[in-house]
């Protein structure tokens, strides 16, 4: 198979496919409004959604410095699940019964999103189909059978655990040893989704500014190069890129991942693998992959590749390294055999936000006016939209239109983390840990015992993950 006349770049498939948009009008100069909202991503334009459904006398605007769906929300795997980055960290502050109202949450997210999406008639090839994940060693399957238990003490009920042949029955993927299944989830085209709901969001009378990059959020206040913003409530909802935003270097590590998306597959490939159900699909490694069946039969497929850049560097076009796109092309053919002679179309990266204690967060701060969401680490398409409906809550709750609600009780509201360490320790503990991660990966494929290696659980502990 050659990648030779792969696309790279381009900021992603799905803009390859859809058309990239015509930025809107930059902000004109100084203004003041009811809300000012910094980032056009699913965070951002959900937040602005749910505020001016709730409240449509607010004047709302979103300052986006490229176009609505520039960063991760144009160019993710489309898995739209209940996953929520720390969880288990939630239930150890706050007791078990509160990380289940947010899994809860969580769960009733994935439908709200595919509700939303059908009422606003955003087409965003949703298909419902779960979540498969697979073990390929033992030791994956030992974690694979904990990780399902722990999901079903936080009360998925419906989780179903897979044996190697009923496996395969779903999804072909070689050396799969066990799966487990949730219904809470969807799979989805990015862009589709998040062009649709910034449509909407203007449809509604939000004030969209695009090409309109802010330098610096302070209390009350915006600032861009074309004039400041004032508002009583300034969200910052720009997740991976929050680094290059004044004072916020070491607020939220800037993480890469990285997709490959492949030709249409013809009916011959799909009877050997399968995956009728076009669930999307990953693996328990720990440098894991994650996978979709896309709407129009292509395998698109993500992993870390190049986890960070020195310094907190951001973003150039989701460019990514031909070393990535031959790792990622390579892991799909172990995966799936039959596709060695296919054509990769397409490869891209994008930055997500990882906290240093890598839980997802979402704040109000009363005395400022000043909120944000996102550290989504990886688990975003589904969080942002529950993080926007709790800012809606808890702006309505600070201006006094409502009392608390059950989003604003829940437990990752206003939690604080401390900063990432400076360079070039961040660099270091990024690269170390995902090199820990790859060998302890290597050296479970060919052990016989069930037990993660004891260099990926040192590597967790060292990058606050446990
Ligand atoms: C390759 C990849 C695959 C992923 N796959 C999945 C997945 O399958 N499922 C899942 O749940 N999550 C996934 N994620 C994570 C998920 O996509 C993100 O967590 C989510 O999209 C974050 O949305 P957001 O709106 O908070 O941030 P973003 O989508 O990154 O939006 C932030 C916006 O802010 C803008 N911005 C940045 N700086 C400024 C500034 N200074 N001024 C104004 N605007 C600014 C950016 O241009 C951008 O449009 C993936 C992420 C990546 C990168």
Known sequence: MSTVSTVVGGISFWYAQEGTPTPREPLPGD????VCIVGGGYTGLWTAYYLKKAVPFLNITVLEAKFCGYGASGRNGGWLYNGIAGRDRYAELHGHDAAVRLQKAMNETVGEVVRTAAAEKIDADIHRGGVLEVAHTPAQLARLKDFHSVEIAFGETDRVLRGARETAERVHVTGAVGSTWTPHGARLHPAKLVKGLADAVEALGVTLHESTPVTEIKPKHA????GTVRAPYVLRCTEGFTASLKGQKRTWLPMNSSMIVTEPLPARIWD??????????????????????????????????????????????????????????????????????????????????????????????????????GGYVGSGVATANLAARTLRDLIQQDSGQAGPTELTALPWVNHKVRRWEPEPLRWLGVHGMYAAYRAADRRESTSPRPGTDPVAKVADRIAGRH
């Not at 203004?31 to 009811?34: K, Q």
């Not at 039969?297 to 020195?310: C, E, K, S, V």
């Open 31 to 34: 203004t003041s409004v009811d």
């Open 223 to 226: 600032v861009t190069p074309y």
């Open 272 to 373: 050997a693998i399968g995956w009728e159900g076009r669930e999307t699909l990953g693996d328990m490694a720990h440098a894991y992959f994650y996978a979709q069946r896309t709407a129009d039969d292509r395998i698109a497929l993500g992993g870390r590749g190049h986890p960070y850049r020195f310094g907190s560097a951001t973003d150039n076009d989701g460019r990514t390294r031909a070393s990535t796109v031959t790792a990622l092309r390579d892991l799909m053919v172990r995966l799936f055999p039959v596709t060695a002679g296919v054509h990769v179309d397409h490869a891209w990266s994008g930055v997500l936000g990882v906290p240093r204690d890598w839980c997802a967060t979402v704040t109000l701060d009363r005395s400022t006016g000043l909120g944000y969401a």
